[in-house]
């Protein structure tokens, strides 16, 4: 009876190990989509040519995952549309002849998931009327923690969980053809306590020393970079103000943007040309990224106290002292970055490296600004080619294009990845 059941335990545990398997493969591959990944990626890559609600260069993005017979076919649309209209399909054909057969740029850099991310985004923000009002600024940081759907603590809890049951399942296996054999009178050996056997000692080191390694070198990778870096500044300044809700010009403070390599930290003078007149925050609500709420009048008057204004009077009226801003985004020395370059001759916007910048009340680094960060920029981003005098020298290029061998010229093709580019 005993060598019965420990034959039926036995078939019950090998499932319970494959089970066990597929599900730590499956928490390993699974996560949820990310609608905060994706606004931001929708900013960068998406933002120039579509808007959720209302056509721009392309269609409205409400609803288009209804609008494709497949999603697989949408994910194929958005990583190569040539591709798709070779096929034949009815409806992406449709919609090239209806934008009167302008190709939608290709984005082979987006990976499933950044898709994925990019229309969940689109999914939450069609749920929203056009135009509707926004939720509270002290709810943001809640609600960006509910939206950013990041499963891996649970995932590493299933896997923990799987693993402890299995080796109590392993034990109980043992323990049950010990009692089948006493029972028949074989002569079997004591088993050895768990944390005394030889093969789960050296399973234990190997998966220590297979995450541990993990850990480090993922650390080592990242070290000096700073992404999701927010310091406090001696001024809460709201780029969502400014730049948003205001829409004043990138490049009215950031002047040196697209004339030098640095766009530069402005000046107070550049402050005072508009708060002279205004001294008193009459916007919406501030709020910190901890949900503090922000005096917007109390943060001017710091303005005028750094440069020595006195608005009762309109006069300067005592020395003014620098505002000691803390820097966010810092490359190391030995990579060299012009923004002139990026912004007037590659056409760069400010959210391709800054991300969503008009929507932060607090400034954050959006983006890692590795080196892999920015070789994957340069592998995909078309250069002016055409009736640029600087890419005259490329006359086989120029050849292909007009043969059309080639639709366009990335900043690889030109020379963007090669080593004395960025480090010389």
Known sequence: MYRRVSILLRKHFVSVLIL??????????????????????????????????????GPALKGVEERWSDKKLLHQWIHNSAAVLATGDVYANNLFNEYNKLAMTPFPNLSEEDIDNILAYIAVEGAKEPGGAKPEAGAAGAGAAKESGDNSLLFGIITLVLAVVALILMQINSNLNKLAADKEGVATVEPVPFYKNKAYIALCILLLFIVGGYFTINGAIGLGRQKDYMPEQPIFYSHKVH????????????????????????????????????????????????????????????????????????????????????????????????????????????????????????VHQ????????????HRTTKVQFNDNKYYSIFEKFHEDVKNHKIDSVTVEMVGGTECQKCHY
């Open 366 to 377: 959006f983006a890692d600004l590795s080196m892999g960060w920015c070789v994957n920029c």
């Open 20 to 57: 066990c398997a597929g599900l730590v493969l499956l928490s390993s591959t699974l996560k949820a989509a990310d609608p905060a990944k994706g606004k931001a990626l929708f900013q960068q890559d998406c933002a120039s040519c579509h808007n959720v609600h209302k056509k721009l260069t």
């Open 243 to 362: 730049a948003g809700i205001n829409q004043i010009n990138c490049l009215y403070c950031h002047a040196g943007a697209e004339k030098s390599k640095h766009a530069m930290i402005p000046s107070e003078n550049i402050c005072m040309n508009c708060h002279k007149a205004v001294n008193e925050y009459t916007g919406p609500q501030l709020f910190t990224a901890e949900g503090k709420k922000v005096d917007g009048t109390a943060e001017i008057h710091k303005l005028y106290e750094h440069v020595g204004w006195d608005p009762a009077v309109n006069q300067y009226t005592k020395p003014g002292k620098p505002i000691e801003w803390t820097k966010i985004h810092n490359l190391p020395d030995h990579v060299y970055f012009n923004h002139s370059q990026h912004v007037v001759a590659g056409k760069q916007q400010c959210q391709t490296c800054h991300g969503a910048i008009q929507d932060m009340d607090e």
